[in-house]
C-alpha cells in the first residue's frame, strides 16, 4: 500500500520554514499532497490558487509532490486522496499541544489516520505566515523568511 500523506495549512503565503519541512519529510512517505485548505470563515492575503501555482513551482521538480486546495474537514480530504498519514510542523510547546489536539480529534473521527510532527529547524522556528502577512503589510522586505517562486 503507498504510503499517502496530506500536508495541510493556509500556506498564505508558503515559508521558507514550510519547505524545509516539505524537503525533509518527503523521504517518509510515497506520496506526500500539500492541502492549501480554503477556510470560508477566513480572509486570506493570497487567494487559493495563487497559494497553490507558487507550491507546484516550488515543487515541480518532485513527482512526489501533488498540490490541491480543499474545503471542509481535512479527515475527509485524507479520505478523498487515500491519505492515512498527516503531516505537522512544530515550532514551539505551544505549536504541539493545539496540533496534538487536532491529531486526536482526528483519530477519532477516521482512526488508522495518523499524524505525524516534524520540528522546525532552529533557523526557521520563529517564521510564520502570520508573521510575513504583518511584515508584507507594513511594507516591509520578506525575502528572507519566503521563497524566491513567491512573488506578487
Same mark, same amino acid.
Given at each position: 500500500?503507498?504510503?499517502?500523506?496530506?500536508?495541510?495549512? %493556509?500556506?498564505?503565503?508558503?515559508?521558507?520554514?514550510?519547505?524545509?519541512?516539505?524537503?525533509?519529510?518527503?523521504?517518509?512517505?510515497?506520496?506526500?499532497?500539500?492541502?492549501?485548505?480554503?477556510?470560508?470563515?477566513?480572509?486570506?492575503?493570497?487567494?487559493?490558487?495563487?497559494?497553490?501555482?507558487?507550491?507546484?513551482?516550488?515543487?515541480?521538480?518532485?513527482?512526489?509532490?501533488?498540490?490541491?486546495?480543499?474545503?471542509?474537514?481535512?479527515?475527509?480530504?485524507?479520505?478523498?486522496?487515500?491519505?492515512?498519514?498527516?503531516?505537522?510542523?512544530?515550532?514551539?510547546?505551544?505549536?504541539?499541544?493545539?496540533?496534538?489536539?487536532?491529531?486526536?480529534?482526528?483519530?477519532?473521527?477516521?482512526?488508522?489516520?495518523?499524524?505525524?510532527?516534524?520540528?522546525?529547524?532552529?533557523?526557521?522556528?520563529?517564521? %510564520? %505566515?502570520?508573521?510575513?502577512?504583518?511584515?508584507?503589510?507594513?511594507?516591509?522586505?520578506?525575502?528572507?523568511?519566503?521563497?524566491?517562486?513567491?512573488?506578487?
Amino acid at each position: 500500500m503507498q504510503r499517502i500523506c496530506l500536508f495541510p495549512g %493556509s500556506f498564505d503565503p508558503i515559508t521558507k520554514g514550510h519547505v524545509d519541512i516539505i524537503n525533509r519529510s518527503i523521504a517518509l512517505f510515497d506520496k506526500l499532497v500539500i492541502g492549501v485548505g480554503v477556510n470560508s470563515g477566513k480572509q486570506p492575503m493570497f487567494q487559493p490558487e495563487q497559494r497553490v501555482e507558487w507550491i507546484r513551482e516550488i515543487f515541480k521538480d518532485d513527482a512526489r509532490i501533488e498540490v490541491a486546495a480543499y474545503e471542509g474537514l481535512t479527515v475527509n480530504f485524507c479520505k478523498k486522496i487515500n491519505a492515512r498519514f498527516i503531516l505537522r510542523g512544530v515550532r514551539y510547546v505551544s505549536d504541539f499541544e493545539y496540533e496534538k489536539a487536532i491529531a486526536d480529534m482526528n483519530r477519532m473521527l477516521e482512526p488508522g489516520l495518523e499524524t505525524v510532527f516534524l520540528t522546525s529547524s532552529p533557523e526557521f522556528s520563529t517564521v %510564520s %505566515s502570520t508573521l510575513v502577512r504583518d511584515v508584507i503589510r507594513n511594507g516591509g522586505n520578506v525575502n528572507m523568511f519566503i521563497p524566491e517562486e513567491v512573488k506578487w
